[in-house]
């Protein structure tokens, strides 16, 4: 048996009105709704959320948010709170996107206070972490890396630190159509395996899932899911269509 149950999660990012998640919505539960094999997670936009639950009442897809505020309530316009996710139903929350990172200015610190806020209200964050392409030029992935994951979990217990998800996601292979190689993928997968471990024990480091991100697609899943370290995907592009999404699931429901 896989130690780790494999998980793909969709993140919709900003696309789909209401109406439009619906039907997305209700294309995946009809083609993935009783795949047992494999936890699947879907992230619309906060303002299908509601919409997008009422359908998956029923079938084995937890919904997600792609973020959330630290705080539990107060005077944050435009911003949405943990209990409010729970409220909805939502079970995972991304935080960290290089896209909020980069467009928003998010820092470790600040993604750091998320994680510990969604934790408290019993939400599994997806963590992402990942190199710009500078940075991979200069060597300096694996020490990006660490600083992101080490200030983004700190203070998170080693009781609580199986709910955590790991999302590692170049940023250069986001949206970009240019996937990791294996190689390259399963090094950074292996290195946070490894810091997971030095900071929560080994026993608790293998149940930790690692996703991979960044221009996964049905054409290179199967190689990347088969890695050791590769516990699934989020998936960006290929999640906003109902076949490419069952693909990969299909893909990793295969990894043996
Ligand atoms: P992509 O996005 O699959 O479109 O590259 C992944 C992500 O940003 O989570």
């Known amino acids: 048996m896989l130690l780790r149950k494999k998980l793909i999660a969709g993140n919709w990012k900003m696309n789909r009105t209401s109406a439009d998640a619906v039907q997305l919505v209700k294309d995946i539960v009809v083609v993935s709704g009783k795949e047992h094999n494999v ?3 879907v992230c619309p936009p906060f303002t299908a959320l509601e919409s997008v639950a009422r359908l998956l ?9 792609q973020n959330m505020h630290p705080e539990a309530s107060g005077a944050y316009t435009g911003e949405i709170a943990a209990d409010m996710l729970r409220a909805l139903f939502a079970s995972y929350v ?3 996107h290089s896209e909020r990172r980069s467009y928003f200015k998010e820092t470790n610190a600040f993604i750091n206070q998320k994680v510990l806020a969604a934790l408290k209200s019993q939400l ?3 963590l992402c972490v990942g190199e710009t392409l500078q940075e991979r030029e200069t060597r300096a992935t694996l020490k990006i890396v660490q600083a992101q994951l080490e200030q983004g979990l700190q203070g998170v217990s080693r009781e609580i630190a199986t709910n955590v998800v790991i999302a590692y996601e170049p940023v250069w292979a986001i949206g970009t159509g240019k996937v990791a190689t294996t190689a390259q993928a399963q090094e950074v997968h292996a290195f946070i395996r490894s810091l997971l471990a030095t900071l929560f024990g080994d026993t608790v480091a293998q149940k930790i899932r690692i ?4 221009s996964m697609k049905p054409a290179n899943a199967s190689e990347l899911l088969a890695q050791r370290d590769i516990d699934g995907g989020l998936i960006g592009g290929a999640s906003l269509e109902a076949r490419s999404f069952l693909d990969l699931i299909q893909a990793a429901a295969a990894v043996k």
Do not use: C, H, N, R
């Open 211 to 214: 996703l991979y991100g960044g």
């Open 94 to 96: 991304i935080l960290g």
């Open 39 to 41: 936890d699947i997670v």
């Open 124 to 126: 599994k964050p997806i």
């Open 57 to 65: 009442e029923g079938s084995v897809i937890k919904l997600g948010a």
